[in-house]
């Protein structure tokens, strides 16, 4: 029978996958390390069983002990599933930056989950590391695996991520891009890689706001900005940041992570996290002036089922002013308007009195109306027109809209980009949005410009 004792076995031994489509025009084979194959879903399943059974052997965890942790999530999800295995309690300490996804997730294993400002300072006792190192202090027979300095933590990819990459490649990889937020990862796998080979060439992703990039290059800590990609970047340098495995820090805007994450779901059916975003926006930039004889791999870190409330919704992308309006549709547009409680398509039959369609368009504040009959668009009524008409004969309160009716609203299919859709808004107020055959919605003029607000 062929089996594993139990989930702890499964981490590991992830595979390479070639991107097709998001690389196209670049020269080198870009490989995608998919790290979110691992049984919680992430690349922390390795460092979370690694620095509990370095704080085993230690004697620092003994039966019955907690375990305590400061942690963007998926660190949490690691060590929760090892605590859940070997019969520890897990208390993690996170911020209000996290997705919802995750905290429920944690909650899901068993764990306890401490959320708190992400505005704090480090040096401020209500900072999320702060915070997790007093409960740990205060907590009887518990332990802070500290994944920022614990050396369990780059050990693992030593031991690991850094082998199965060499392997999979035969030793001929040129090029490895990761994240940098505790190090662990590009500090393990760079140092195993450089031992190799030391002309491979190691590449840190970093997001705009992060200090590592300008702290690399200078020497100097320059102050941080706030960002929203989660789970890299830092505001200090951690122990575990070994920067002399580091060749290149390449920053990354939070709007070309989340396009890039969702280009890879949709491109490349990589379903992943935000900081995945990062990783490949940063080794497609890195592969630009390379060659067909060089390949990339890059670490996918986790998957995007958790942050289905965060950048893969189009809500939240519209809310931080991040979704491209470039790649905007009418179909999205549409969606946007239902989702943010707005009425969906009104619309009158041609044998509509024109007084219930100025009733209709006042309790409902319209100013047009479309005319449908059998599903096609027949023309059109708008308030104006209709007062006009009204004015000169008031006996056509009674008559059918036809009476009084214009031209029809554009149709115009869902798929419809925003910049084409602009132009029929030029001799239109409106136009209806066609799916697959059937009118499911209006965009008016000000719906645009709301949605670019």
């Known amino acids: 029978m062929n089996y594993k004792n139990n989930i702890l076995e499964l981490i590991g031994s992830t595979p390479l996958v070639r991107l097709n489509k998001v690389n196209r025009g670049l020269k080198p084979l870009l490989l995608a390390k998919l790290e979110s194959h691992n049984p919680g879903g992430s690349v922390k399943d390795r460092i979370g069983v690694s620095m509990i059974d370095r704080a085993e052997k230690s004697g620092d965890l003994k039966p019955g002990g907690t375990v305590v942790e400061a942690t963007s999530g998926n660190t949490g ?10 019969g520890y309690r897990s208390v993690f300490v996170m911020t209000d930056k996290a997705s919802q996804e995750k905290v429920r997730y944690l909650k899901a294993l068993g ?21 997790a190192r007093r409960i740990a202090s205060e907590t009887p027979n518990a332990i802070l695996t500290n994944q ?54 190691i590449i840190g992703a970093d ?39 580091v060749d290149e820090i390449i920053n990354v805007t939070d709007r070309d992570s989340f ?23 940063a080794a497609l930039k890195a592969a630009e002036n390379l060659t067909e004889n060089d390949i990339i791999v890059f670490i996918i870190c986790d998957t995007g089922e958790r942050y289905l409330t965060k950048f893969l919704s189009d809500e939240w992308m519209k809310e931080k002013r991040l979704l491209g309006f470039e790649r905007m549709t009418l179909g999205l547009i549409n969606e946007l308007k239902l989702n943010s409680g707005k009425l969906r398509l009104i619309s009158v039959l041609p044998e509509t009195k024109v ?16 005319v ?56 239109s107020p409106a136009i209806l949005v066609e799916e697959y055959g059937r009118i499911v919605g209006i965009v008016t003029r000000y719906d645009v410009l709301d949605i670019q607000a």
């Open 77 to 86: 999800i690691g060590l929760a599933l090892a605590c859940a295995i070997k």
């Open 259 to 281: 396009n890039m994450a969702r280009r890879l779901g949709r491109e490349e059916g990589i379903f992943c996290g935000g900081s995945s975003g990062t990783i490949a926006s």
């Open 207 to 245: 997001p705009y706001g992060s200090v590592f990039k300008a702290y690399k290059e200078t020497g100097h800590l320059m102050g941080s900005s706030p960002y929203l990609v989660e789970g890299i970047g830092q505001e200090l340098i951690p122990e575990n940041v070994h920067l002399k495995y």
């Open 372 to 427: 449908i009959e059998d599903g096609k668009s027949i023309g059109s009524v708008r308030d104006s027109g209709m007062m006009s008409h009204l004015l000169e004969n008031r006996d056509l309160l009674d008559a059918p809209v036809t009476s009084v009716m214009d031209a029809p609203l554009p149709v115009v299919n869902e798929a419809v980009e925003l910049a084409r859709a602009k132009q029929y808004l030029k001799d």
């Open 111 to 131: 764990s306890d989950v401490i959320v708190v400002s992400s505005a704090t300072k480090p040096d401020s006792p209500d900072h999320y590391v702060a915070t």
């Open 148 to 201: 920022y300095a614990n050396p369990a933590n780059p050990e693992a990819h030593y031991r690991t991520t850094g082998p199965e990459i060499w392997d999979a490649t035969d030793g001929k990889i040129t090029h490895f891009v990761a994240g940098m937020g505790t190090g662990g990862t590009i500090s393990g796998i760079g140092r195993y890689l450089k031992e190799k080979n030391p002309d491979i060439r």
């Open 355 to 370: 007084s219930e369609a100025l009733e209709i368009m006042e309790r409902h504040g319209l100013s047009q109306l479309p």
